[in-house]
């Protein structure tokens, strides 16, 4: 079964440094997504993408934040100058349809530890 | 109460054992969904039920949703060890993309 792929599994970085955080969504999927989960707390929506723009974004989705689609396969989440506060588990996840119509596919997620 | 709320938050049963979890949600929602999260991975998709269904089945899940209550239950039936895991219901608000999760309910299945 097609999966959504995350890389790294952990990263760690020092506060004020710039990550990359990378997917590869599932192939035929048209809609992307970010979330993050601080530990032991709610998953919290960051932002979705659909035709190479975003297409909805959250309060936590500052100007220290941007996603891009570089080729036909990958999804990023760039964080510019990452604070304490950045510290979480972030999920990339795909869908074939918007508007909440369809199950969300989840990869892995990448666990960032900013120190 | 906050919107997307989960009880209980912790849930301990015996193999085999059902284990039933409730979802209250505030909004005007066209479907809602649960996932399970096991330990340290990202969540997978369970089961989707729309405004219009008030029950659903697969396999040993059945879902249930009032939208006059604002509410909707997990039921496992005959619980296995390898169901331990935390679950969560998630929604669209209407005309929004993003799913609104609970806070989830982390269920332990004791063998």
């Known amino acids: 079964e097609p999966e959504v792929t995350q890389t790294p599994s952990h990263q760690v970085t020092q506060m004020g440094q710039e990550v990359i955080l990378r997917c590869v969504p599932i192939?035929?999927?048209?809609?992307f997504y970010w979330y993050r989960q601080i530990l032991g707390q709610k998953v919290e929506f960051l932002v979705s993408f659909y035709n190479n723009e975003i297409s909805e974004k959250s309060e936590i989705f500052d100007d220290q934040f941007s996603v891009e689609r570089p080729d036909g396969s990958n999804f990023t989440l760039k964080i510019r100058s990452t604070k304490l506060e950045d510290s979480a588990m972030y999920f990339c996840a795909s869908s074939e349809v918007n508007r909440g119509g369809s199950p969300l596919h989840f990869g892995n997620g990448t666990r960032l530890t900013v120190t | 109460s906050q919107q997307g709320e989960e009880d209980p938050q912790a849930l301990s049963i015996q193999e085999g054992e059902n284990a039933t979890m409730n979802c209250s949600y505030k909004t005007s929602i066209n479907n809602l969904q649960w996932y399970r999260q096991n330990s340290g991975r990202g969540l997978v998709h369970l089961i989707l039920i729309r405004s219009n269904e008030r029950e659903k089945h697969s396999g040993r899940l059945r879902v249930t949703l009032d939208t006059s209550k604002k509410s909707s239950s997990l039921l496992i039936t005959a619980s296995r060890a390898a169901d331990t895991a935390s679950y969560f219901c998630a929604y669209p608000n209407f005309g929004n993309e993003k799913l609104t999760f609970g806070t989830g309910t982390r269920l332990t299945i004791i063998p």
């Open positions: 192939s035929n999927h048209l809609y």
